[in-house]
């Protein structure tokens, strides 16, 4: 359960054409071009795929809706919250997009079967069994404490479906959303075995991912690690884009030897695994556009080491128009941001954080 005194944890009510650029490019732009050496392959799906594109289905919830619930999740593409700004790119740890939870009577129960098809669709067949653990843990459940939002006209040229709940925000935009990837920022977490985590993040899902990126670190020389350990760790929620001329925490990747990059391209595929494969192409195409992760640094955190052990909980790889901010300690939070063009603004702020001022509370 959430922390009811951490603002990070509590719960909330109502809070980027790609298509020639970021175009679904297929299973062979899984391979990212680092000095020329690619991304290992994504793992073969063991499940059926679905049936129907998830943006399919989306459009056939929508017209499923009834003016009632049209009114409360539907939306313009380009819609205001008083209190949440630009609702369609809002993303907060731990929070509903509409108040109406998917796993109640609000929703029939062919829709809320067509909300599980979506998120299956979105991603990796293989993940979704661990998905499952997490919303378990986590929720209780999925549909359970998760809600949903529709913005523009589904089957338009801009339209985008946005389901949030406690450590998750997915979208679904059928690449209609310009130069960014997932269709805007997008957040996934588990607290597998309470709220402080043990160092070790027992049953934790994603933690497999932090102990790949420390054994980066383990690979580095003295010098290189002084370049990579930060001794504070940034807000989890500041994944505004920096620009080419930002300043980065850690070490540049371009000055990494062969077989630490090679290890970091690996690092990548176990982070953008999750999801399903036209989405890692999309960050593969947007990370590209900027230079590849030559144009990234990674940084690992002093503070906050759980377990005092310095295996690292808090790390981050960024680069111009990338961030990808792990958050470990105490339990898993990982906020993702990724575009082609580092212009790209954030709930219509530049450099500024995800949250609100009243998540600071």
């Known amino acids: 359960m959430p922390d009811a005194t951490c603002r990070m944890c509590r719960d909330e009510s109502p809070t ?40 399919s289905v989306v459009k056939l919830l929508h017209d499923s809706l009834n003016p009632q619930q049209r009114k409360a999740v539907c939306f313009a593409w380009d819609h205001v919250d008083k209190n949440n700004g630009l609702l369609r790119t ?14 109640s009577a609000f929703y029939s129960a062919d829709q809320q079967q067509m909300i599980r098809d979506i998120f299956e669709g979105v991603v990796n067949p293989n993940w979704i069994e661990r998905f499952d653990r997490q919303f378990k843990d986590d929720l209780g459940g999925f549909g359970k404490q998760q809600g949903i939002a529709i913005f523009g006209e589904p089957g338009s040229e801009k339209f985008e479906f946005v389901l949030t ?63 990579a350990l ?31 990059r090679e290890h970091v391209q690996k690092v990548m595929q176990l982070l ?39 295996v690292w909980d808090n790390w981050r790889l960024e680069g111009p128009a990338f961030v990808w901010h ?14 082609d063009d580092p212009s790209v603004k954030l709930n219509g702020k530049n450099l500024s954080g ?7 509370k």
Not at 90 to 103: A, D, E, F, L
Not at 175 to 182: E, L, P, R, S
Not at 247 to 253: A, L, M, R, S, Y
Not at 277 to 285: G, K, P, T
Request: net charge neutral.
């Open 230 to 260: 930060v001794d504070t760790s940034p807000d989890e929620a500041s994944i505004a884009f920096r620009g080419k001329e930002g300043k980065f925490d850690g070490i540049p990747i371009k000055e990494l030897s062969g077989d630490q």
């Open 272 to 310: 953008i695994e999750p999801y399903r494969q036209s989405d890692q192409d999309e960050v593969v195409a947007a990370l590209k556009a900027q230079g590849g992760l030559d144009q990234c640094h990674l940084a690992f955190y002093a503070d906050e080491d759980m377990g005092e052990d310095q």
């Open 90 to 103: 809002r993303i907060s740890n731990n929070w509903r997009i509409t108040p109406q939870q998917i796993k």
């Open 16 to 55: 980027f054409s790609r298509r020639d650029v970021m175009r679904v490019l297929g299973t062979s732009a899984a391979a990212l071009a680092v000095s020329g050496t690619p991304l290992a392959a994504a793992l073969p799906s063991t499940k059926k795929p679905p049936e129907k594109s998830p943006e």
């Open 165 to 227: 709940g406690r450590h998750g925000t997915v979208r679904c935009d059928g690449n209609t959303t310009d130069h960014v990837a997932f269709g805007g920022p997008i957040l996934y977490g588990h607290a597998a075995s309470g709220y402080f985590e043990k160092d070790t993040h027992p049953g934790n899902v994603f933690w497999h991912q932090a102990q790949a990126a420390n054994k980066v670190y383990q690979m580095f020389d003295g010098k290189q690690r002084k370049m």
């Open 354 to 360: 995800a949250l609100h001022e009243k998540d600071k």
């Open 326 to 339: 792990y958050r470990g300690a105490p339990h898993v939070h990982v906020w993702i941001n990724v575009a």
